[in-house]
């Protein structure tokens, strides 16, 4: 196994180096602590003995983990922590988490795709284990007697010849002698062993982030420190035709102006064509860039217009004009009666906006490396992105992970922390870059706007015989090479080539859609419009025959094993939802049911819908999920709740739309997010398993949205295909 | 232009601009960095403070209206005599409901229930809701919200649920 290898590799070397080397050259820059959070956990790290990467235990007993993935608000800092906690026989109360640096030891860091857990548990539990097993063995070793004798449990190691017990705080220095076990010396626990594994815990961010003192990466703060703001090209691939700063140089507070990031589309993680004003806080710089006239020049993007653009893709999905991309064939005969239907869903462009704007923290120190403090999901991406900017190699950027606030996949890009080095660089001083809610909304890696159409051939006798899909949006790999025009196969249309439905042929064509400004991934990223557009068809097909959804769904899942988790968690939210006594809501409200698998994970939703007039109103959300073993219950619940609000705005208020090349939204009023008195009431359902875990960052969004508009058409008759609703209600 | 400032009942003396907002006062120039930046534009309440009692967007609030009002910060809300019930009971519901996700929001959420429960004697899970609806959670945390407010302003959700 090559998890034994693994650990021994990126033992206590790496990890101390990682803890105290930077910190000596930190504190030859600065006379007061910098970013208070990192050095107190640096600090924390560095007084006791490490067992392992993620694993140091101080005299005092407090057990120090690491956790290597980045905290967005799913939980994993607290996650990872009772995972390794759970093996290590920790007593939780002595529990501290401290966040990894960005360090190739950790291997992939990426906090992206919901795999955090379904990746790591396993490599996460050894850690623990193999911890424990130290412990043992330096207990044993003190007693002098065989490791077999004795057993490790809440913080002690008992002798079990004699009772004695040594505390884990007593034991930590001779632990970090012992040589670290193979894999295969470790047991893990059964399920049914676990104390943590499993557990509500309550976050161990959350005293932090109630009383303030969390830190983000908007937050950082660093003597010297300067501020800056961009503005940025309005267009893809535009750039500066005639700006004036010596006025702007004079202003308050600014310490100097210019250009910068003259690069063409695609940019990929690059700084695009800006001007950069720095000053001695973020109002001063924000306020001195507002007041400029920048002329920008035109790109072959500036005609561009989203609205035109999905009417084009419409008429080529509808006539066609595709390429095929996936088949199946099964055997049987085909119905004589059978009849058509089409149907065609758009989606417009969406944004993140993750409730905390980028924002990054750049520094070089003395030996000529760089320090970043930034909110990102991938530190190793940071590294690598801004040594290749600054002329650096990527071990000589040490990059601090904050918290995030908020990403949902916008903080992937390391743009942002490209533009802090840059500038960071040429100022010779520490520079915070800070984006305001314009410049984010502006400026993201776009979910892509998608046309999708489907056609069907259906019988009275036989059902659903011949499934036909022509999708039409941009796939992500444009961002590297931007000649791709079509979404990948085993991504961004795997689950839209749905061969393990009951159904006799499917075919699945991609229509040509080039780039016209910067895609990325958003939570739950295809699966959005592949879901919306699967579970609506499903409603309609199902009306068409005058069968009853669910009856529809449990046709079409069939009997095939690896549907069995969709179809058992579709069944089980109908009967949270009431749903067979749908028929006794009043005239004005109905349910509407979807159902997704994705990232491993299954999930069902039924939506509760009232319309009264043009105000729709979702009453209630009800959600059923399989994930497999669940690791934190109160987590996967919030990222449900989360998943539901989210998928809501985009079921109602979503959109962004270009027009002659440029964003149209730029903050809350014109691109909005649901707010609590939109809010339905939510009911969350988490199937018990033992099986591998699957993902839940992202998953409970894609079957929101496609639920919504079967209630709508079940309260009202009318079939919406474009989102959002609030084009036809208001909400 | 320099003010002086009432923060948290402590005074802070600053150098600024009249029209800086007392957003980046904070954050910026005196390190009361809990008070969160999420639009600049008074749309989405992260950046709450309470003045005189009110709760205000500091975003939108410049320093030269401040005055000789009292501010207060999500630091040490609960260490200020006419908040103190109230913000510990606030956050004890927080914790209680463990409501923050990646809780970027949740400092101008808190503020916000701070004054709503302070200035409302009477709250239903109606008025909840209205007066928590100039805090976006981008996080979906609205639901636990609700129910950490309706615990605090003995609003039964439960039954306002079943009508
Ligand atoms: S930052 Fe002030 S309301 Fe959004
Ligand atoms: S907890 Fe993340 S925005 Fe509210």
């Not at chain 1, 910190?23 to 007084?47: D, G, K, M, N, R």
């Not at chain 2, 008074?42 to 501010?71: E, F």
């Amino acid at each position: 196994m090559d998890n034994a290898l693994n650990i021994q590799n990126v033992s206590r070397r790496q990890f101390i180096r990682g803890a105290s080397a930077s910190t000596a050259v930190f504190s030859l820059q600065c006379t007061i602590p910098l970013s208070a959070l990192t050095v107190a956990e640096q600090a924390q790290a560095q007084s006791g003995s490490a067992l392992n990467l993620f694993v140091n235990i101080a005299k005092d007993n407090t057990v120090t983990l690491t956790c290597h993935r980045s905290e967005m608000g799913q939980g994993i800092r607290t996650s990872v922590a009772q995972v390794i906690a759970d093996e290590l026989e920790a007593d939780w109360q002595y529990v501290n988490v401290i966040q990894a640096i960005g360090d190739k030891a950790y291997g992939d860091q990426n906090t992206d795709g919901s795999q955090s857990i379904r990746r790591f548990l396993t490599e996460l539990r050894q850690f623990g284990a193999s911890a424990q097993y130290m412990l043992k063995q330096a207990a044993a070793n003190f007693w002098q007697v065989d490791i077999s004798q004795c057993e490790a449990k809440n913080h002690y190691v008992t002798n079990n010849n004699n009772g004695r017990k040594l505390s884990y705080g007593d034991l930590a220095e001779l632990a970090s002698a012992i040589t670290v076990p193979d894999a295969n010396q470790l047991t893990l626990k059964k399920p049914e062993q676990f104390n943590y594994i499993g557990k509500g815990l309550k976050s161990l961010d959350l005293d932090s982030m109630i009383n303030g003192t969390a830190e983000y990466g908007q937050d950082v703060q660093i003597p010297n420190m300067l501020y800056a703001c961009l503005k940025r090209a309005p267009v893809m691939g535009s750039t500066i035709a005639k700006v004036d700063l010596d006025n702007t140089k004079k202003q308050a507070g600014v310490v100097d102006a210019f250009t910068m990031g003259e690069h063409s589309f695609p940019v990929t993680f690059n700084a695009v064509s800006s001007v950069a004003v720095v000053a001695t806080n973020t109002w001063a710089a924000k306020k001195a860039l507002d007041a400029l006239n920048i002329q920008w020049r035109d790109s072959e993007y500036s005609q561009y217009d989203s609205q035109a653009d999905v009417q084009t893709k419409q008429q080529m999905a509808e006539n066609g004009k595709s390429k095929r991309q996936a088949q199946a064939n099964k055997q049987g005969p085909k119905p004589k009666d059978l009849t058509e239907l089409t149907a065609t869903y758009t989606l417009p462009y969406l944004a993140h906006a993750p409730m905390e704007p980028p924002a990054a923290t750049a520094m070089f120190h003395k030996d000529g490396s760089c320090e970043i403090w930034s909110c990102v999901q991938s530190p190793q991406a940071v590294q690598r992105n801004v040594a290749q900017r600054v002329g650096l190699k990527p071990e000589q950027v040490k990059v601090n992970v904050t918290l995030l606030g908020g990403a949902f996949g916008r903080k992937a890009q390391p743009d942002f922390v490209v533009e802090a080095a840059l500038i960071a660089k040429r100022m010779g001083q520490p520079v915070k870059v800070v984006w305001s809610r314009e410049d984010d909304i502006q400026h993201d890696y776009y979910h892509t706007n998608s046309v999708i159409h489907h056609k069907a051939q259906i019988s009275r006798t036989a059902g659903l015989y011949r499934w036909d899909t022509h999708v039409a949006f941009t796939p992500i790999q444009s961002l590297w090479n931007i000649n791709k025009d079509i979404p990948n196969k085993n991504f961004e249309l795997r689950d839209i080539i749905r061969h393990n439905f009951n159904i006799d042929k499917m075919q699945t064509h991609a229509v040509s859609s080039p780039a016209h400004t910067r895609i990325g991934w958003l939570r739950s990223v295809a699966n959005i419009q592949n879901a919306f557009s699967i579970g609506c068809f499903m409603d309609e097909v199902a009306h068409a025959l005058k069968q009853n959804p669910l009856a529809h769904w449990n046709h079409l899942l069939g009997n095939q094993p690896e549907n069995s988790k969709l179809k058992n968690v579709t069944n089980r939210v109908c009967e949270m939802a009431n749903w067979q006594q749908r028929d006794s809501l009043p005239e004005d409200e109905a349910l509407g049911l979807a159902a997704h698998h994705s990232f491993a994970s299954d999930i069902a939703v039924v939506s509760h819908v009232k319309v009264t007039g043009n105000k729709l109103t979702v009453k209630k959300v009800y959600l059923s999920i399989d994930a497999g073993t669940i690791v934190n219950i109160d987590r996967v619940k919030a990222q449900m709740e989360s998943a539901i609000i989210f998928g809501l705005s985009i079921a109602l208020l979503n959109e962004i739309s270009f027009k002659n090349g440029a964003v149209e939204q730029s903050n809350f009023h014109d691109f909005q997010v649901l707010r609590i008195n939109q809010s339905p009431e939510i009911q969350v359902d988490v199937v018990k398993s033992t099986d591998k875990p699957g993902g839940v960052g992202e998953p409970g969004v894609p079957p929101v949205p496609p639920s919504i508009v079967n209630a709508v058409y079940a309260a009202t008759g009318k079939r919406h295909r474009s989102l959002p609703l609030n084009q036809f209600y208001t909400v | 232009m320099k003010y002086t400032l009432s923060i948290n009942n402590r005074v802070h003396q600053v150098e600024a601009e009249p029209d800086m907002p007392v957003l980046w006062v904070l954050r910026d120039l005196l390190n009361f960095t809990g008070t969160k930046f999420g639009c600049g534009k008074g749309l989405c309440g992260a950046c709450t403070v309470l003045l005189n009692g009110q709760a205000l967007r500091s975003c939108s609030l410049p320093i030269s209206a401040v005055g000789d009002g009292k501010l207060a910060t999500i630091e040490e809300v609960d260490r200020i005599a006419e908040y103190k019930k109230n913000a510990i009971a606030i956050k004890q519901a927080w914790q209680d409901n463990n409501v923050p996700q990646c809780g970027y929001c949740q400092p101008g959420q808190i503020m916000s229930a701070i004054a709503l429960v302070s200035n409302n004697s009477r709250l239903d899970k109606q008025a909840i809701k209205n007066g928590m609806s100039g805090n976006i959670c981008r996080c979906g945390t609205y639901a636990r919200i609700e129910k950490a407010i309706c615990s605090v302003a003995g609003v039964n959700c439960k039954e306002m649920e079943s009508k």
